[in-house]
């Protein structure tokens, strides 16, 4: 498959694939089709993938609880519900007099031959017989959802330690015929890179992660997928440029996954009318309920505020309600994660440019600031602002004035500054790293935002806000979250604060079965069930079928020579002698498993 940077290239240029790229994608579909006369029974429940090799002369029973041989704590399974055997040769699925049955192509049924491709319902449990080739975990890389975020979280750790790129994709199902996963998920997997991970995000949506790819790569991957099958429409979230951590991320794309359909197969960007987090009026606490008493009185001053919090504590949603509340509502808001601007387009994107200030800009544009006229700016994660654009900022906090990017007109303009961080930046001034006079200036009025952990009484009518929110867009109406469900969400610490509450309800509300959310529709972390152990120390799955060699090494190989790359901050003169390889040994080996370095890098053997 060729790499992911001369994809991105090709796809910018053409905004298409190719003859040769529809071509290899069709071949790789036709590859994905189940061929061995060896079978697995592919159970696609709330935790993950469960993948069941079928032997002949051996019956296989599935159910709720013992005696069963695989145990699925499903509400919709009966105690002993079907079971599974190969008779000369072939497969049958048998219903054992089960409360909720066991169907096949709509049909309730008690005794049928399956054929490869065959998808079934055990209960609500979709399921699907399909080649134990195909559906190796090792091959695969398929991991449950609570994994995937934890992996997730690793993966963005490092990608901020080496300034690297990478994006989430997910892809569902926007036609009634083939909403399944295992219909399509074999093409999806085949046209992946071996290190990429892929989890199940509900019954008809994949998430998968991808390492060292930014936007536009990740597009092209998105086109290949849809050129595979018609029927699927994806989501794309970049890190950094459109979220700074794992659970914005997972907003952010899934926000997207809402608006994509058949009109509009693939969306990159969330649409900024989406409905917020709520306001004061659904908080019970009196720590938020003051805080929204404070902001409203500052609301009518054109001061400074700056609002300091956690990250996904809801800081933009309170900087929004400033600006709403105040005079300046009926001018524009204009919001910029400072974090997610490239270094040398701060200054461009914040004051603007005019034609010729420096390479590619062929035209004149307006700023952040410009365009805000007569309005608010919200510069989020003022603490990742450079320090010379943080001088720049300091003349217009003084004096309202600036000047766009290369030319020496100064332009004025009346703005309102709000802005939010995470960070201490009294101790970003300490190391010098933020300017103590622009801190002065921006620190006239603070407000901080507590994080959820500090207000729990407010966990249940903020999941209740976010399940109306989430079931106007859902396929199935639930309208309740059970005490019990409850109870979990009051006793979990949420790190995330409330995007990890807003995410957690979404998902859920995708996965029941009920018109009530269920423990069982949580995360695993919330439930308590299982301790995870941490990303770096867990051990890949099991393999439940015969284990190819070829392709297990071929996918470790990948990983340590993306690892190797990363510590050397992708130099690879010592990426190579870390590794003990040539220079061009090692070059031939990316290209082999498609790692490149986005956006530079030269190959040694090019010249």
């Not at 071949?27 to 429940?45: K, N, T």
């Not at 999806?188 to 509900?202: E, M």
């Not at 979990?492 to 409330?498: E, F, K, L, T």
């Amino acid at each position: 498959m060729p790499t992911r940077e001369k994809d991105a290239d090709r796809t910018q240029q053409t905004g298409r694939l190719s003859a040769d790229e529809l071509r290899q994608v069709q071949e790789a579909a036709a590859r994905a089709r189940p061929q061995a006369e060896s079978y697995s029974f592919v159970i696609f429940h709330r935790d993950g993938i469960e993948v069941l090799p079928l032997l002949p002369g051996r019956r296989v029973i599935i159910g709720r609880d013992m005696p069963a041989d695989v145990i699925l704590r499903d509400p919709s399974l009966s105690r002993q519900h079907a079971a599974l055997s190969i008779e000369e040769g072939a497969v049958w699925l048998e219903d054992l007099n089960s409360t909720n049955g066991t169907w096949l192509s709509g049909k309730r049924i008690q005794k049928e031959r399956l054929e490869a491709g065959a998808e079934v319902l055990l209960g609500a449990v979709p399921a699907a017989l399909h080649s134990a080739r195909i559906f190796d975990p090792a091959r695969a890389g398929f991991i449950n959802h609570d994994r995937f975020v934890a992996q997730l979280e690793a993966e963005i750790a490092r990608a901020k330690g080496f300034s690297r790129p990478l994006s989430l994709l997910m892809v569902k199902s926007c036609a009634g015929g083939e909403c399944c996963v295992s219909h399509w998920f074999p093409l999806v997997r085949s046209l992946l890179q071996p290190f990429d991970q892929l989890a199940l995000y509900g019954p008809e949506t994949l998430e998968i992660l991808l390492p060292e790819c930014d936007a536009g790569q990740a597009l092209d991957v998105a086109r290949r997928i849809l050129a595979g099958s018609q029927s699927l429409c994806c989501a794309i979230g970049a890190f950094p440029a459109q979220a700074r951590s794992a659970e914005e991320l997972l907003s952010v794309t899934q926000g997207a996954l809402r608006q994509a359909g058949p009109a509009r197969p693939v969306v990159t960007e969330r649409d900024p009318a989406r409905p917020a987090e709520p306001g004061q009026t659904e908080l019970r606490s009196q720590a938020m309920r003051a805080l929204y008493l404070e902001a409203r009185r500052l609301a009518a001053s054109p001061l400074p505020v700056l609002i300091q919090g956690e990250t996904g504590t809801g800081k933009e949603i309170l900087a929004r309600f400033i600006h709403g509340e105040g005079p300046r509502r009926e001018k524009p808001l204009v919001c910029v994660n400072c974090g997610s601007i490239p270094a040398q387009l701060v200054e461009s994107t914040l004051f603007g440019h005019v034609k010729g200030a420096f390479t590619g800009a062929a035209g004149s544009a307006a700023g952040v600031f410009e365009s805000a006229n007569g309005g608010s700016v919200l510069l989020d994660e003022i603490g990742e602002l450079p320090l010379p654009a943080q001088t720049a900022l300091l003349r217009v906090l003084e004096n309202r004035r600036f000047s766009r990017v290369g030319s020496t007109q100064e332009i004025e303009v009346d703005v309102r500054v709000l802005a939010a961080t995470h960070r201490d930046l009294e101790a970003m001034c300490r190391e010098g790293r933020f300017r103590e006079d622009l801190l002065y200036r921006l620190n006239v009025v603070p407000l901080r935002v507590p994080p959820l952990r500090e207000h729990p009484e407010d966990i249940e009518p903020l999941a209740l806000h976010f399940l109306a929110e989430a079931g106007r867009g859902a396929a199935r109406i639930v309208r309740a979250i059970h005490p019990e469900a409850l109870a979990l969400l009051a006793r979990w610490h949420w790190p995330g604060n409330v995007r990890e509450l807003r995410n957690a309800i979404e998902r859920a509300v995708l996965i029941a079965e009920q018109d009530t959310i269920q423990p069982s529709d949580l995360p695993e972390r919330i439930r308590g069930t299982q301790s995870l152990p941490p990303p770096a120390a867990a051990a890949p799955p099991a393999p439940t079928g015969p284990l190819r060699l070829r392709e297990e090494l071929d996918r470790r190989e990948a990983q340590l020579l993306l690892e190797a790359l990363r510590r050397c901050n992708f130099n690879r003169e010592r990426a190579a002698a870390e590794l003990g390889l040539p220079l061009r040994t090692l070059a031939h080996k990316m290209k082999q498993h498609g790692i490149r370095r986005v956006r530079y890098e030269k190959d040694p053997e090019d010249g």
